[in-house]
DNA sequence: ATGCAATGCTAAGTATGTCAAGCAATATAT
DNA sequence: ATATATTGCTTGACATACTTAGCATTGCAT
């Protein structure tokens, strides 16, 4: 057993899930930096293992989460991202209305910019 | 018609986009920062909208998507998070999708009809 | 006209994520 | 035993997200 440390409820820390994957994996610090192709320096993944680090960046969590093969969604809640509200958002289901297929970047500019003036007009 | 407004080729920016989004909303800055619980100050959104920011952290987005009732995976792909682009590539075209859910049945209606009309300029 | 609230915005300050360089300890090899 | 490499880790230094307080206009009332 490992040294006891902060428990959070329903699981471990970061840091202590991060450790234990890439112990899972049997990868060294460099190894994992080399991996992530120096997106995740071997310096600053000792200090997220320790838990000197409360957010790191989603690029970084994307990283690691391919390396070890975990989920990077999970990896999210674990640091402590919209933790306050309810975890998985159901609003994609909703964005149904006005599914118009292949639109475009500047397409969809054009049509938000008319929406907000369609809309400006009806204020009063 | 709202003014062309040409900027960058391919699609606005974050801030571009956030400020459309809000324009469609007709909320002011303040009121979003009251709509997000304080999580977003005026003032910070304000920076965001002017482009002065290039990472804001996926709580703000997270958030921001909740108020302007939009995909938060779309804006954390404008903030250029996982931005190398091994991942996103497959979803790029689901997700171009018009992501504003509050459309009235007019609205739509309307939006349809200049899109269409905007496709037909195109064309020529 | 005049006061006043609201709107968008800026400036300065604080906090913190992130990196580069380097150190102590352990292992490996000659 | 000595040298070399590897491992985990710490320590500054730096970049930048984010906040608080405030300013300049504009609109809205009286």
């Not at 899930?17 to 112990?23: P, Q």
């Not at 600053?44 to 989460?65: F, G, M, R, T, V």
């Given at each position: 057993m490992p040294p006891t440390e902060k428990k959070?409820?329903?699981?471990?820390?970061l840091g202590e899930h991060l450790s234990l994957l890439r112990a899972a994996t049997g990868l060294t610090l460099r190894q994992v930096e080399e991996a992530t192709d120096k997106e995740v320096s071997n310096a600053y993944l000792s200090q997220l293992e320790k838990d000197k680090i409360?957010?790191?960046?989603?690029?970084?969590?994307?990283?690691?989460a391919g390396v070890y093969k975990t989920s990077y969604e999970d990896l999210m809640?674990?640091?402590?991202?919209?933790?306050?509200?309810?975890?998985?958002?159901?609003r994609r289901a909703q964005v149904a209305t006005?599914?118009?297929?292949?639109?475009?970047?500047?397409?969809?500019?054009?049509?938000?910019?008319?929406?907000?003036?369609i809309r400006e007009q009806r204020r009063k």
């Amino acid at each position: 057993m490992p040294p006891t440390e902060k428990k959070q409820p329903g699981g471990s820390t970061l840091g202590e899930h991060l450790s234990l994957l890439r112990a899972a994996t049997g990868l060294t610090l460099r190894q994992v930096e080399e991996a992530t192709d120096k997106e995740v320096s071997n310096a600053y993944l000792s200090q997220l293992e320790k838990d000197k680090i409360s957010k790191p960046s989603p690029n970084i969590l994307h990283a690691l989460a391919g390396v070890y093969k975990t989920s990077y969604e999970d990896l999210m809640e674990r640091a402590g991202y919209f933790g306050s509200g309810l975890s998985s958002n159901k609003r994609r289901a909703q964005v149904a209305t006005f599914a118009v297929e292949n639109l475009t970047p500047e397409e969809e500019n054009a049509l938000l910019k008319y929406l907000a003036f369609i809309r400006e007009q009806r204020r009063k």
